[in-house]
């Protein structure tokens, strides 16, 4: 009987020692979550009978450290949660990885190729769509006309009424210039130069003059307090003519504009619009969003990605030290947005290290070793005892 007891209690102890090494051996793998053995005793007949591992439990709901990496499309959760991956046979599995790429097809996958979940969104609308891989467009997106421009400044109350009548030529006639850059359907730029030249108390014409062609003007109305007065205003649009492509008619907004003593400033002069461009990049935020960056400046989401929590998060199974799957003691995936409910935040640029205590492991691991030698000896003076008995006989 001292025999199996000893023998049944070395092979719980190289169950335990397996556990051990493989914590230790992951000490630098991201998102690893380290195991531990847990043992039972077995009984016979209500009769002690030795020890067996009876399960083997992962600290799932430990966080490790972040690491910094520097690399855009390296993303931690900052609290609960895990990614959605599907295989290359449509399994889902759940990571805390955020390794991703972004392959040939234009597919958000993950370090092993695995497509990574999330919820479609069309450039423009923060509605989310369908649950599935995320597609990033590989390709250019096209050139937008513009159909405004914003400028807000403050045209001088200290100006006065020029001798001259407007003559772009003569910086005599106007009071001030600024230049305003619009975009054709093409994606071509086009100036838009803006004359303004005082002509009464509280008021200022402006000008507009595209490659010295007069495009038009607007007549702008001043309070007495030096606001704005729209109603009193009356402004144009420009209407351009671009070869080759469609008619541009830009509306200016002079909402916020003002007429102070001092300095004339400009503090915006923005138009809508741009040129075409390729995707140069690809960055993920704090909410899930998955942002493609092109060359012309533009930034668009075209995805979310999706998180999952579960009910009991310890009946998960695990496919390897960073990959689960759910099971029925785990329940049904749990889905949402990063930062929504319960669900963690992401970390750009950042990954979440192994949960591994090394100390605690290598602690562990001689408490084994001894336990290993006890149970050996054991089984060496049931050895000698029978050795005695035999030589009596």
Do not use: C
């Amino acid at each position: 009987m001292s025999y199996q007891i000893a023998l049944s209690a070395l092979q719980a102890i190289n169950n335990q020692l397996d556990n051990i090494s493989q914590n230790i051996a992951n000490t630098g793998t991201t998102g690893y979550k380290s195991s531990r053995t847990n043992f039972a005793a077995m009984y016979a007949s209500s009769a002690p009978n030795g020890v067996r591992a009876a399960s083997t439990t992962q600290t799932l709901d430990v966080g490790g450290g972040l690491l910094s990496t520097g690399r855009n499309l390296d993303v931690a959760i900052s609290g609960k949660g895990y990614f959605m991956v599907k295989d290359s046979t449509g399994v889902t599995n759940y990571t805390r990885v955020g390794v991703f790429d972004v392959d040939k097809q234009g597919n958000l996958v993950d370090h092993m190729g695995r497509q990574v979940q999330g919820y479609g969104l069309t450039p423009g609308s923060t509605a989310l769509g369908n649950l599935g891989t995320i597609k990033v467009p590989t390709g250019q997106i096209p050139a937008q006309a513009s159909t405004k421009v914003d400028f807000v400044g403050n045209l001088s109350a200290d100006w006065t009424v020029p001798a001259n009548a407007f003559d772009p030529k003569d910086s005599s006639s106007y009071n001030s210039s600024t230049v305003s850059v619009v975009y054709d359907s093409l994606g071509r730029q086009h100036t838009i130069t803006q004359y303004f030249v005082k002509t009464a108390s509280n008021e200022v014409t402006v000008h507009y003059q595209n490659e010295n062609n007069a495009v038009g003007s607007s007549t702008l109305q001043f309070t007495a307090a030096g606001q704005l007065d729209a109603a009193a205003s009356t402004v144009n649009p420009v209407n351009l003519a671009p070869t080759g492509a469609n008619a541009l008619s830009v509306a200016f907004n002079y909402a916020g504009t003002t007429q102070f003593a001092g300095d004339t400033a400009t503090t915006a002069n923005a138009a809508d619009g741009y040129a075409s461009g390729t995707m140069v990049n690809v960055l993920i935020g704090k909410d899930g969003s998955v942002n493609a960056q092109y060359s012309n400046g533009m930034v668009q989401s075209v995805g979310m990605i999706a998180l999952a929590s579960f009910p009991s998060e310890s009946g998960l199974v695990a496919v390897d030290g960073t990959s689960w799957q759910a099971s029925n003691k785990s329940g049904a995936a749990l889905l949402g947005t990063p930062g929504t409910g319960q669900l963690g935040e992401l970390e750009s640029q950042q990954l979440e290290r192994s949960n591994v205590e090394v100390a605690s492991e290598l602690v562990d691991l001689m408490s084994a070793q001894r336990n290993y030698q006890a149970n050996t000896k054991v089984i060496s003076t049931q050895n000698d005892i029978m050795q005695s008995l035999m030589q009596v006989l």
